[in-house]
C-alpha cells in the first residue's frame, strides 16, 4: 500500500523513540541526584546546629509525618500514594542516617512483620535489632542500647495485643509514633506438595488470621502457635512435613516456597505498630494521644471519666482493659483519643480527667500513621 511504513522503518523509529527517553530518563536522574545530594547536606548543617544546641536526638516524628503527608498531597501519579512516601521515607532515612544512625529494637528474630514496620518507618538506613519478646524490646530502649522500639498493638482482625499494653503500665516510655502495615500470610514450605505437611506453625495471631483458608485446604491438620511468624519459618525450613504462615521477606530470609500465597481471611487484614522511646513529639495536626487511666471502686466512675472527654468534644478511637496487677480485681484502661496534649480541648479533658481518676499516666501524642 502506498505511503505505508515498512517494518524496518518502524523498528528505527522505536529504536529512536527509546533512545530519546532514556536521554531524558538520565538528564532527570542527573538532576535528581544533585537534589538529593542538596538535601542531604542540609540534613548535615541540621545535625550541626542541633549539636550545637546540646541535642543528640535527631529524629522528629511529628516532622516526618508532616513531610510525608505533604509529599502525598501533592502527588499527582503514576506512583501511588503508597509508592510516593516509601521513597521519600528512603531519602529521609538516609539524610538522618548522615546526622546519627540509629539502633531500632523490635519482635524478631529477623523476618518478622515487626521488623517490616520497623523499616517502612524508619527506612533501611537503620539498624534493626531483634528481640526475643515484647518486653525485651522495651528494656532494650530502655537502657538506651536502642533509640527506639517497634512493637505491635492490634490487629484488624484479631484484635488488642495485651502484652504491648501490660509493658506500658510500669515502663517509663513514651509512644512516639505508630505504624500501620497492611499484612499478607503465606503458606510457607519446603516444596508446593500440600499432602506432605502433617504440621502448620505460626504466631497464634497469624493462626487466627487464616483460620477460614486452613479449615478449607488443610482441615484436620496439627497447629502449633510460635513466638513469631519468622521463628515458624526458621522450624519450616528444617522440616518439610511443617508448613508456616508468614511473609514473602521470611520465605527469602529461609529459603522457602510459596505453597499458597495472601491466605489471610481478611484482604484488608493489617496491623498497628507503636514506635516507643522517650521522646515526647510535638503536634503535627493529625495526631493520637495514648491514656493509662483507672478510675475509684463506684458505680459510674468509667461514666464519669469518659464525659470529661464528651464535654470537650474530644473523639475516643479505643478503649481496653486490662487487669492493674497491683490488686486482685483491680483494672486500668487505655484510651487512645483523637488529637495532641498539646491542644486546648485534649489538655483542657485530661485535667478534668485528673480529677475524677484514681491514677492516670499519658502514654504519649504522637503522629497518627501515614499509609
Excluded at 529504536?15 to 530518563?25: D, G, M, N, P, Y
Excluded at 505498630?273 to 495536626?285: D, K, M, N, Y
Aim: net charge negative; hydrophobic share 40%; with cysteine.
Amino acid at each position: 500500500m502506498k505511503g505505508a511504513q515498512k517494518p524496518a522503518d518502524n523498528a528505527k523509529s522505536s529504536v529512536a523513540q527509546l533512545k530519546q527517553l532514556r536521554e531524558r530518563i538520565d538528564a532527570i536522574d542527573i538532576q535528581l541526584q544533585a537534589l538529593i545530594s542538596d538535601r542531604a547536606r542540609c540534613a548535615e548543617e541540621v545535625a550541626t546546629v542541633k549539636r550545637e544546641a546540646g541535642s543528640d536526638n535527631f529524629y522528629r516524628p511529628e516532622r516526618e509525618a508532616a513531610v510525608l503527608r505533604s509529599v502525598q498531597e501533592r502527588n499527582t501519579g503514576p506512583l501511588s500514594n503508597e509508592e510516593i512516601a516509601r521513597l521519600f521515607r528512603e531519602i529521609m532515612s538516609a539524610c538522618l542516617a548522615l546526622e546519627s544512625t540509629m539502633n531500632i529494637a523490635f519482635l524478631g528474630p529477623e523476618g518478622t512483620f515487626t521488623q517490616e514496620a520497623a523499616i517502612k518507618q524508619f527506612g533501611h538506613s537503620v539498624n534493626t535489632v531483634p528481640l526475643g519478646a515484647i518486653d525485651e524490646v522495651f528494656r532494650e530502649v530502655e537502657s538506651g542500647d536502642a533509640r527506639y522500639g517497634i512493637v505491635p498493638i492490634e490487629n484488624s482482625t484479631e484484635g488488642i495485643v495485651n502484652h504491648t499494653l501490660d509493658s506500658f503500665i510500669d515502663s517509663p516510655l513514651m509512644i512516639c509514633g505508630e505504624v500501620e502495615l497492611r499484612v499478607h500470610h503465606h503458606l510457607l514450605g519446603k516444596g508446593k506438595d500440600l499432602s506432605a505437611i502433617k504440621e502448620v506453625t505460626s504466631h497464634q495471631q497469624s493462626l487466627a488470621q487464616c483460620r477460614e483458608w486452613l479449615d478449607a485446604n488443610l482441615p484436620g491438620i496439627t497447629r502449633t502457635g510460635t513466638s513469631s511468624n519468622a521463628e515458624a519459618a526458621k522450624i519450616a525450613a528444617g522440616n518439610k512435613n511443617i508448613a508456616a504462615i508468614a511473609s514473602d521477606a521470611a520465605a527469602s530470609l529461609y529459603g522457602l516456597d510459596e505453597m499458597a500465597s495472601n491466605i489471610e481471611d481478611k484482604p484488608d487484614n493489617t496491623t498497628r505498630f507503636l514506635v516507643i522511646g522517650s521522646l515526647e513529639a510535638e503536634p503535627c495536626g493529625n495526631d493520637r494521644t495514648t491514656l493509662l487511666v483507672s478510675g475509684t471502686n463506684r458505680p459510674g466512675a468509667l461514666h464519669d471519666l469518659l464525659s470529661a472527654l464528651a464535654k470537650h468534644s474530644i473523639n475516643l478511637t479505643r478503649i481496653e482493659s486490662r487487669p492493674s496487677r497491683r490488686a486482685m480485681w483491680e483494672y486500668v484502661f487505655f484510651l487512645d483519643i483523637d488529637g495532641h496534649i498539646k491542644d486546648k480541648n485534649v489538655s483542657a479533658a485530661i485535667a478534668e480527667l485528673k480529677k475524677d481518676a484514681a491514677f492516670l499516666k499519658l502514654l504519649g501524642s504522637y503522629p497518627k500513621a501515614v499509609l
